[in-house]
């Protein structure tokens, strides 16, 4: 975007690196290499041809290592215990007896849909109450719906999400302050904040925080990256939402 608007200029020569490239899009790649073809640049592609693709039109990194080769890490470091490396490895590339490790090390648990959800439910609001930074995901966009709404109501319960107030988001779902939401539009001329000194602007996928709701809004404030030891971050200053179907 900022180089579409001529916000960034890439001097000549420049070596251009392309992080978990397969996250990438082929229309956002092919506009990375035409503009380091114009300006004379070198494009580095990394990341993991073998994981999921970008949720737009992918697979433009696998095209790449397939026509072009690649080099590739041999070891992997991110992992503590030799089991879960080697597990790691083998489930990449679709080992299904690597699944056994998982369960071995109770890694993989199985219940019904009602206990599954209980389960989650409860490992949620209890790193909330922890003060952690928490991420639940769900297979379906209805579980997502249900488990949101069963785990705000425990929040409100808490006392985290004051349930007094409240604006309609979709599906018929409600939010409060104290409510996390996650913005499903983009707006290119709505700045959210300025981490870093830099304007972000809202994205598909923003999650924020309702500070307070107005008569000319709802006053959110948006989720950074947690900090190092695992406690949420938020942008430095709020902004009002005026359409509020900008965040739903």
Same mark, same amino acid.
């Given at each position: 975007?900022?180089?579409?608007?001529?916000?960034?200029?890439?001097?000549?020569?420049?070596?251009?690196?392309?992080?978990e490239g397969s996250m990438m899009s082929n229309e956002h790649t092919a506009a990375?290499?035409?503009?380091?073809?114009?300006?004379?640049?070198?494009?580095?592609?990394?990341?993991?041809?073998?994981?999921?693709?970008?949720?737009?039109? /992918?697979?433009?990194?696998?095209?790449?290592?397939?026509?072009?080769?690649?080099?590739?890490?041999?070891?992997?470091?991110?992992?503590?215990?030799?089991?879960?490396?080697?597990?790691?490895?083998?489930?990449?590339?679709?080992?299904?007896?690597?699944?056994?490790?998982?369960?071995? %090390?109770?890694?993989?648990?199985?219940?019904?849909?009602?206990?599954?959800?209980?389960?989650?439910?409860?490992?949620?609001?209890?790193?909330?109450?922890?003060?952690?930074?928490?991420?639940?995901?769900?297979? &379906?966009?209805?579980?997502?719906?249900?488990?949101?709404?069963?785990?705000?109501?425990?929040?409100? %319960?808490? /006392?985290?999400?004051?349930?007094?107030?409240?604006v309609r988001l979709s599906h018929g779902a409600a939010a409060s302050v104290g409510?996390?939401?996650?913005?499903?539009?983009?707006?290119? %001329?709505?700045? &959210?904040?300025?981490?870093?000194?830099?304007?972000?602007?809202?994205?598909?996928?923003?999650?924020?925080?309702?500070?307070?709701? &107005?008569?000319?809004?709802?006053?959110?404030?948006?989720?950074?990256?947690?900090?190092?030891?695992? &406690?949420?971050?938020?942008?430095?200053?709020?902004?009002?939402?005026?359409?509020?179907?900008?965040?739903?």
């Amino acid at each position: 975007t900022d180089l579409a608007h001529g916000k960034i200029t890439i001097p000549r020569g420049s070596l251009l690196i392309i992080d978990e490239g397969s996250m990438m899009s082929n229309e956002h790649t092919a506009a990375v290499v035409s503009i380091a073809e114009r300006r004379g640049c070198k494009v580095l592609v990394t990341g993991d041809h073998q994981q999921l693709a970008a949720p737009g039109s /992918g697979g433009a990194m696998k095209l790449m290592a397939n026509r072009l080769g690649f080099s590739q890490l041999a070891v992997p470091v991110r992992f503590k215990a030799a089991w879960e490396r080697e597990a790691s490895l083998a489930l990449r590339v679709g080992d299904e007896s690597a699944l056994e490790q998982y369960m071995i %090390h109770g890694r993989i648990t199985g219940a019904e849909r009602a206990e599954m959800f209980g389960q989650a439910r409860r490992a949620y609001v209890a790193g909330r109450l922890a003060g952690e930074d928490t991420l639940l995901m769900a297979y &379906t966009r209805e579980d997502c719906r249900e488990l949101s709404r069963q785990i705000r109501d425990d929040l409100v %319960h808490l /006392g985290l999400v004051d349930g007094s107030g409240e604006v309609r988001l979709s599906h018929g779902a409600a939010a409060s302050v104290g409510d996390l939401i996650v913005a499903r539009k983009n707006d290119h %001329h709505l700045i &959210t904040d300025r981490e870093g000194g830099e304007a972000h602007e809202l994205a598909n996928g923003d999650i924020f925080r309702i500070e307070q709701i &107005t008569g000319k809004g709802v006053l959110v404030r948006r989720v950074l990256e947690a900090a190092e030891d695992g &406690t949420p971050r938020f942008a430095d200053q709020p902004v009002i939402y005026r359409d509020r179907k900008s965040v739903v």
